[in-house]
């Protein structure tokens, strides 16, 4: 990867919480702890971001935080780095120029920091994943209308008439409260009603959900499974669920996180 790419991943992760660690910058970029440690202080120098000891952190931390009805420091610790690999996989199957949808969700927002060198034409319903593409990418961002729901940090309307309407995108990407023969479960009316009218404005339904997502069950069935054309998760997926999916005629999409660096080896092999 390139310098000028690895900086704007760097600084796009540092938006995301207080303090980024080196091994985490690591994974994110897929380059070496040395290479990593010599952008932090090149980015330091040039008042980009503040290293501090073990990692990196913003000079101006942003405002929002927290998806999905909890603060996003709680949430980033559960299956962090599964939801990385997820993101990876998802930004992967994006061509420059396309128009996509985001939803707000905890794993799409880790789609942030891979989509900081791309092109794309962006609508989502999450403030933060907004505001981070605004400041740290060049795509092109459109918000849908509605009322801010300060703890998800997402914009809901429910009216027909707002401007979800008129955009079309070529694939939509999305989580999950849970995932099962019925299809994807959330657990909010409001929710429902909004994403499906965001559903409806895709060609293509794109699910990334780690693997304990299809053990979770909700109320409220959001969409079938034969609506869903791929879903994005680990390798922690049970052979059962694999063959769910199958038999709904859904793409499956194995993401395999990178696994930790060893500061004695990594140390070792330099």
């Known amino acids: ?37 010599r952008d932090v202080a090149a980015l330091h120098v040039q008042k980009r971001l503040r290293r501090v000891r073990g990692g990196a952190e913003a000079i101006n931390p942003p405002q929002f935080v927290g998806l999905a009805g909890r603060p996003f420091s709680v949430n980033e610790g559960l299956h962090a780095r599964e939801k990385q690999a997820i993101a990876r996989e998802a930004v992967a199957l994006c061509q420059d120029g396309e128009p996509i949808i985001i939803n707000g969700g905890t794993t799409t927002f880790q789609m942030v920091h891979f989509l900081a060198n791309r092109r794309m034409q962006v609508f989502t319903n999450s403030f933060p994943i907004a505001e981070h593409l605004l400041k740290h990418s060049k795509n092109t961002v459109m918000l849908s209308g509605g009322t801010i729901y300060r703890e998800q940090n997402i914009i809901l309307s429910p009216f027909d008439n707002d ?108």
């Open 1 to 37: 990867m390139h310098e000028k790419e690895r900086h704007r991943i760097i600084l796009s992760a540092v938006q995301e919480k207080p303090v980024v660690t080196v091994p985490e910058l690591v994974e994110l970029t897929g380059s070496s702890e040395a290479t990593i440690r």
């Open 163 to 270: 401007v979800t309407r008129n955009f079309y995108a070529r694939r939509m990407f999305m989580g999950a409260q849970g995932l099962g023969p019925l299809g994807l479960m959330e657990a909010d009316p409001l929710l429902i009603q909004a994403e499906q009218k965001l559903i409806d404005q895709a060609d293509e339904l794109v699910v990334l959900a780690d693997s304990s997502k299809f053990h979770k069950r909700s109320s409220l069935i959001l969409c079938g499974l034969k609506r869903i054309a791929t879903v994005i998760t680990d390798s922690g997926i049970e052979d059962r669920h694999a063959s769910m999916l199958e038999s709904a005629g859904v793409n499956l999409v194995i993401a395999n996180a990178r696994p930790k660096v060893d500061a004695e080896t990594a140390s070792t092999s330099a």
